[in-house]
């Protein structure tokens, strides 16, 4: 009677034990479900991304860095922010790399070890542009004010990063094609970014245009009495203008 006893104790902790792991298995499931983008959310936020890459000459480049960062919106200047910091990101990985691929063989001549000295405090002034730009607050009524502001930034940052090559061309160093190798990636970020911050000032243009013109047309009055010819006869009567029906 006693080991019966111990086999259905047994049995009930078997039970009560196998009962949590089958809940802390669901809830498991349920978090990474609630956290994990569903389908809509990715095909929402890879056509908002092939939408704003679409001015880009790299545009494989684009789309697989934004959408490997896990976009949380889908709104332009968000993705375009977001843009900014995987160009930062990838010049810095590139003088990581840098730093453990080239430096040692830069060391061992003196104008290689310049020219690799130079290049790290361009890059770095690189990375400076660009985070000047992603923490610019820019909304899109204020798009066109702050468009030459980002395109000084951005063009700094890719002619910080071309003074890097330059550097190890002047002195005919063989180091120069490993630098660009390196920097491949962050220089088709960078001039990605350039080219959506332009598209982006181009279309903000064309929307402001079209709403000032809408403006201009809704605000167009009547010559006689000076009302604007899309108000009807019934609130001309209520203006007391000519033109409505008798009361």
Known sequence: MALDG???KKCIIAGVVSGLLVIMVVSVAIIASKNSPNENEIRQNTKAVKTVCAPTDYKETCLKSLMDASPKSTEPLALIKLSFNVTIKS???????????VKHKADKHPEAKDAFELCEKVMNDAIADLKKCGDH??????????????????????????TCIDTFEEIKSTLKHDMINIFKRSRQLSSNSLAMVTDLNSNATELTGALENYARKL????????VPTWVGPEARRLMGAPGGPPV
């Open 6 to 8: 111990d086999k259905k």
């Open 91 to 101: 010049i810095q990985e590139g003088l990581k790399k840098a730093s453990e691929d």
């Open 137 to 162: 607050k820019v909304s899109v009524d204020e798009i066109e004010r702050f468009m030459d502001d980002l395109r000084v930034w951005i063009s700094g940052s890719i002619a910080f990063q071309q």
């Open 219 to 226: 605000l167009s009055t009547d010559q006689e009495d000076g």
